[in-house]
């Protein structure tokens, strides 16, 4: 272990960074609690495809890539829960004789990796691959979607209470809003990833993952970190909010919603992207 090349060091020796880059990298990951790599990805430093090449060298992998197109037997899939593959980017490729060939993104991400090898008796053989791939790859053979970039102004509602939600939806599709509605924190973000939504209003206590969880993951993501959560919650003081914001949320609604606030606080989110640079298609 203690050979094992430091993936900084990797992109050195490529010519892809300097090492006053890294420097300033390593103090941005160390504030943000991120990994050095990631942390790269998201100022542009280096690319995804980079990235996978130098973990696949630092853990002496093989890189796969653009394996969607490919067909994998409903068997194979089953070996690995929609949701596991979701939250820990791992997607199966292939089973041979008690070896189960799988790609993931973050190789050391080992407690979902030793937990199905477990559970199936099954060697596990790495193949590194970018965050992209691997969603696509679950788009396609787990939810058999793929990922579209919708015209219209996108929101997502992630609320499990059905009354809430279809009053919501109401209020917002009369303003002239795609909306998109999941019943929990992990339907929304297997929503999220085929249907691009723009805006996501997520209440905040859910089954299996609650707003906050549902915010971390798309936090971990360079493809969805900047996307705006409006946290939908019973109730708000003063420290709450300023706790709310510090994590991450763009804003928040209180239970009971007016129509008023409702729109003004989507449409604030989508004039953030807006200024953001973002070409919504509108």
């Known amino acids: 272990m203690s050979d094992r090349k430091r993936i900084g060091e990797i992109f050195i020796e490529r010519g892809l960074i300097t090492e006053k880059t890294l420097e300033r990298a390593l103090e941005r990951a160390k504030r943000q609690k991120k990994r050095i790599g990631l942390t790269l990805e998201e100022i542009e430093v280096i690319t ?29 899939l089953d070996m690995i829960p929609v949701d596991v593959a979701l939250q820990n980017l791992l997607f199966p490729l292939k089973e041979d004789k008690g070896r189960l060939a799988m790609a993931m993104a973050d190789p050391t991400n080992t407690s979902a990796v030793q937990s199905i090898a477990a559970s199936r008796d099954l060697r596990i053989i790495p193949f590194i691959a970018t965050r992209q791939d691997i969603i696509s790859a679950i788009n396609r053979h787990y939810l058999g979607k793929s990922p579209e970039q919708h015209l219209e102004k996108t929101v997502m509602l992630v609320e499990d209470d059905h009354l ?5 939806q109401d ?11 999941a019943a929990d924190g992990m339907e929304g973000y297997k929503a999220m990833l085929a249907e691009a939504p723009h805006v996501i209003i997520a209440e905040q206590g859910m089954p299996r993952l609650d707003a906050h969880g549902l915010l971390d993951l798309l936090k971990s993501l360079p493809d969805t970190r900047d ?8 109730y708000m003081d003063a420290d709450e909010e300023a706790r709310i914001f510090q994590k991450g949320f763009f804003d928040f609604l209180t239970k009971p919603v007016k129509g008023a606030t409702l729109i003004t606080r989507v449409r ?15």
């Open 227 to 234: 996307i705006p959560i409006i946290l939908l919650t019973g």
């Open 48 to 76: 995804r495809d980079e990235l996978a090449k130098a973990l696949a060298e630092q853990y002496d992998c093989k890189v796969v890539s653009n394996f969607a197109r490919f067909q994998f037997p409903r068997e194979l």
């Open 171 to 181: 209020i917002l599709a009369m303003e002239g809003y795609r909306v998109i509605v």
């Open 164 to 168: 809430i939600s279809d009053m919501l």
């Open 268 to 282: 604030r989110a989508f004039q953030h992207l807006e200024l953001q640079g973002l070409d919504l298609g509108v």
